[in-house]
């Protein structure tokens, strides 16, 4: 902890007894509890916003925001930090100082009955010239992916709103799509007989097209920063956990 006079935020916030966080709920990061009993979220961005509050003495006090204001709001001192995920963008890191604590990436699935899909192991088995890729036009695998697969072929289609292609796989127009890796569950527990790759929980902690999810505090403030980081990289293994577990728990829609 850095002593009285070293970070001028973090002497406001023992001051004042009170962590400010904003905040809005986003599964896997920060899930809202709506069931009205327990804690008003979960997840890893709210296990670390109550161990920074711990540390520091305090209480932790959340301020709603909207996807509009939860970045501008730190510059305006309504609130110390934003613990509603973010994805770091070169556009906001010039606005707003970044704590890394999760990440979003992509995984690949594809029907478990399709041969050409069994005798793949891992991502780089699929580049393959007789496997078809379906993307949404529009979206960052239609730029991404061609670097990353050299002899795959692609197929592209108009987004629905969904969060994958999956008519693609089903109609077997296309034999792999990429899916947002926190989505993957939702959709292993809604649609029978897929396989995804990285295979398994592996996808849940897929490095493809990796962008970093953290959380943010105003800029102007190195000793404020340096000492959250260190709280950020003592705690990852539990955040991880926390994330898995988040993303494991996903049941199958009602009937």
């Given at each position: 902890?850095?002593?009285?006079?070293?970070?001028?935020?973090?002497?406001?916030?023992?001051?004042?007894?009170?962590?400010?966080?904003?905040?809005?709920?986003?599964?896997?990061?920060?899930?809202?509890?709506?069931?009205?009993?327990?804690?008003?979220?979960?997840?890893?961005?709210?296990?670390?916003?109550?161990?920074?509050?711990?540390?520091?003495?305090?209480?932790?006090?959340?301020?709603p925001v909207s996807h509009e204001t939860k970045v501008p709001i730190l510059a305006s001192g309504q609130a110390d930090?934003?613990?509603?995920?973010?994805?770091?963008?070169?556009?906001?890191?010039?606005?707003?100082?970044?704590?890394?604590?999760?990440?979003?990436?992509?995984?690949?699935?594809?029907?478990?009955?399709?041969?050409?899909?069994?005798?793949?192991?891992?991502?780089?088995?699929?580049?393959?010239?007789?496997?078809?890729?379906?993307?949404?036009?529009?979206?960052?695998?239609?730029?991404?992916?061609?670097?990353?697969?050299?002899?795959?072929?692609?197929?592209?289609?108009?987004?629905?709103?969904?969060?994958?292609?999956?008519?693609?796989?089903?109609?077997?127009?296309?034999?792999?799509?990429?899916?947002?890796?926190?989505?993957?569950?939702?959709?292993?527990?809604?649609?029978?007989?897929?396989?995804?790759?990285?295979?398994?929980?592996?996808?849940?902690?897929?490095?493809?097209?990796?962008?970093?999810?953290?959380?943010?505090?105003?800029?102007?403030?190195?000793v404020f920063l340096s000492w959250l980081t260190s709280v950020e990289q003592e705690m990852q293994p539990k955040l991880?956990?926390?994330?898995?577990?988040?993303?494991?728990?996903?049941?199958?829609?009602?009937?």
């Amino acid at each position: 902890m850095p002593e009285p006079g070293k970070s001028k935020k973090i002497d406001e916030i023992k001051k004042r007894g009170v962590l400010r966080a904003a905040a809005i709920g986003e599964f896997p990061w920060l899930p809202e509890n709506t069931s009205g009993a327990g804690p008003q979220f979960s997840g890893p961005a709210w296990l670390l916003a109550n161990s920074i509050a711990d540390r520091l003495g305090v209480k932790l006090e959340i301020v709603p925001v909207s996807h509009e204001t939860k970045v501008p709001i730190l510059a305006s001192g309504q609130a110390d930090i934003t613990i509603a995920p973010l994805t770091i963008t070169p556009a906001r890191q010039k606005v707003v100082d970044f704590v890394p604590y999760s990440g979003s990436s992509l995984c690949f699935f594809g029907l478990a009955s399709n041969p050409k899909l069994q005798k793949a192991k891992t991502v780089d088995d699929l580049d393959s010239p007789d496997i078809t890729m379906a993307y949404f036009t529009g979206t960052p695998p239609e730029t991404w992916a061609p670097t990353r697969f050299k002899q795959l072929k692609y197929r592209a289609v108009a987004g629905s709103g969904a969060n994958a292609p999956v008519e693609e796989i089903i109609s077997k127009r296309a034999d792999i799509a990429p899916i947002d890796n926190v989505a993957w569950p939702n959709l292993n527990v809604s649609v029978k007989g897929l396989t995804v790759f990285p295979q398994g929980d592996d996808c849940l902690k897929s490095k493809e097209m990796e962008a970093k999810t953290a959380m943010a505090i105003d800029k102007g403030d190195p000793v404020f920063l340096s000492w959250l980081t260190s709280v950020e990289q003592e705690m990852q293994p539990k955040l991880e956990a926390e994330e898995l577990r988040i993303l494991k728990s996903v049941k199958p829609p009602s009937q």
